[in-house]
């Protein structure tokens, strides 16, 4: 039986098939239980059956001790098996630190840093596109609606100007599953319950009481908005994409503490890697921190 943080397992002692069933027998009642292979005792001789009970907290080291995979209760979805060694990581700093929220920090640093190359190569990527794009646009008003046409020439200026049309969106769409992989590390691993960070964060696996935390993160998003060169055109797409970091912070306003924390710390080292990968591309002509006018 599992519940957030927290699991109900028998763990038979003896070899052989074992089937292990649940029941509810009256209203707030469960009952949970595994029926064994029959052993057959010979007169006069003694048979013990044991079974060890584990009724707690999800400890993925404890658990693993007792029984091979039963730390697998700990649901980190199907990414599994990225927030496992994550979450080893994680442990192994804050066994030097003793704080989890400073820990998370220091993880973040170190996942970010490690996706670098590939965020670089992103931005590098959209920077190529952004100088195209007048080129692009004269191509449209010179081919006008043969579509066939269009592509065709687009794929030969993508060629001529080697340019990767995806190479915007494959270094994202690598990085996601590693996203995707801490998101659930933080939210299912019971360590970080009732764990405190600091000044009025109490408990991690919990709402910032005050709101603090989601505000500083949909203020950071707003940053990284500002900063970011955009192509959209479309009034209505730029009206949305306005309005994300307050949607996102409302929807970040019941989310723990402690992922929340990351996404902050995740933000601010996009802003540092922004500005550090923008002068680079200046340096190579293909960025300019000049707003164009609409």
């Not at 995806?166 to 970080?192: D, N």
């Amino acid at each position: 039986m599992l519940q957030q943080y927290f699991a109900t397992a028998w763990v038979p002692a003896t070899q052989g098939t074992n089937t292990f069933y649940t029941a509810k027998p009256g209203d707030n009642l469960s009952t949970i239980g595994f029926k064994a292979t029959p052993v057959v005792v010979q007169p006069g001789a003694q048979q013990q059956l044991n079974a060890t009970l584990w009724v707690g907290p999800e400890l993925q080291d404890q658990m693993a001790q007792l029984a091979p995979h039963l730390d697998l209760t700990v649901d980190y979805g199907w990414l599994w098996f990225i927030s496992q060694p994550l979450f080893k990581l994680l442990k192994f700093i804050h066994g030097f630190i003793g704080n989890w929220g400073f820990s998370i920090i220091i993880i973040t640093f170190i996942v970010r840093g490690i996706m670098y190359p590939l965020t670089k190569a992103q931005y590098t990527s959209m920077a190529k596109m952004r100088m195209l794009q007048p080129k692009l646009q004269a191509m449209r008003e010179r081919i006008g609606d043969d579509k066939q046409r269009m592509s065709q020439e687009m794929m030969a200026l993508y060629k001529a100007e080697k340019v990767n049309p995806l190479g915007g969106c494959l270094p994202l769409i690598i990085q996601m599953p590693i996203f995707l992989a801490l998101y659930y590390m933080l939210m299912g691993s019971v360590e970080l319950r009732h764990a405190p960070f600091a000044l009025w964060i109490h408990d991690l696996s919990a709402q910032d009481p005050y709101y603090i935390l989601p505000i500083l993160m949909g203020v950071t998003m707003f940053f990284i908005q500002k900063m970011s060169p955009t192509t959209v055109t479309d009034p209505m797409q730029q009206k949305i994409m306005t309005f994300m970091p307050v949607i996102f912070t409302v929807f970040f306003l019941w989310f723990p503490s402690g992922l929340v924390l990351y996404y902050i710390v995740s933000n601010l080292v996009t802003i540092l890697q922004q500005q550090l990968i923008y002068r680079g591309l200046e340096k190579r002509g293909l960025h300019s921190r000049e707003k164009k006018k609409s």
